[in-house]
T-cell receptor
Framework: GAVVSQHPSWVICKSGTSVKIECRSL??????MFWYRQFPKQSLMLMAT???????TYEQGVEKDKFLINHASLTLSTLTVTSAHPEDSSFYIC?????WGQGDREQFFGPGTRLTVL | QQPVQSPQAVILREGEDAVINCSSS?????VHWYRQKHGEAPVFLMILLKGGEQKGHDKISASFNEKKQQSSLYLTASQLSYSGTYFC??????????????FGKGTSLLVTP
């Protein structure tokens, strides 16, 4: 099946610094990728939809200037958490759908990135 | 709009069956079922697109009602490996997020020996 990778798997940073998380589709092309955030024992909440070659679409309540998304190619989307604070500590997961696949709209999730802000 | 999942949690003995429900107040385009183990990303189980559809593999199956507002996940003869949190993700027609999924709060399933 299709594989989505994320890098890094985990990151610990100091408050005020910026952190970049990469999401790659390894064996398929994805014009659209999604970024989710999951707090402990809670559900996955959609943060934004990343569109290749255009601006991301953010969900209500998600600060676009804080969570910068760049989808520079059909296989890579990046999420940069700027000026991170402890409340940004969470599990960030991306997903992608095969743009040209004949499948049933299945979405493939990356393994997630655990961010801890001290 | 977040779908409603029930039950919140369930504990089973190995070999027992379980049903997890997912419902929406509006008709859905599709329902996706995932299982997540602690600290890991969700793993895709199956997707249902058509009203009245039923599908499954091994001992895990799911249904989508005719009105496309309710789906159930059936786990039969449960195994220890079935333990985890089950999420349903739903798509609504004409979503501005273009295929993005709205996830329910999850159902925590624990299978004991």
């Amino acid at each position: 099946g299709a594989v989505v990778s994320q890098h890094p798997s985990w990151v610990i940073c100091k408050s005020g610094t910026s952190v970049k998380i990469e999401c790659r589709s390894l064996d398929f092309q994805a014009t659209t990728m999604f970024w989710y955030r999951q707090f402990p024992k809670q559900s996955l909440m959609l943060m934004a939809t990343s569109n290749e070659g255009s601006k991301a679409t953010y969900e209500q309540g998600v600060e676009k200037d804080k969570f910068l998304i760049n989808h520079a190619s059909l296989t890579l989307s990046t999420l940069t958490v700027t000026s991170a604070h402890p409340e940004d500590s969470s599990f960030y997961i991306c997903s992608a759908r095969d743009s040209w696949g004949q499948g049933d709209r299945e979405q493939f999730f990356g393994p997630g990135t655990r961010l801890t802000v001290l | 709009q977040q779908p409603v999942q029930s039950p919140q949690a369930v504990i089973l003995r190995e070999g027992e069956d379980a049903v997890i429900n997912c419902s929406s107040s509006k008709a859905l385009y599709s329902v996706h079922w995932y299982r997540q183990k602690h600290g890991e990303a969700p793993v895709f189980l199956m997707i249902l697109l058509k009203g009245g559809e039923q599908k499954g593999h091994d001992k895990i199956s799911a249904s989508f009602n005719e009105k496309k507002q309710q789906s159930s996940l059936y786990l039969t003869a449960s195994q220890l490996s079935y333990s985890g949190t089950y999420f349903c993700g739903t798509e609504t027609p004409n979503s501005n997020s273009g295929y993005a999924l709205n996830f329910g709060k999850g159902t925590s399933l624990l299978v004991t020996p």
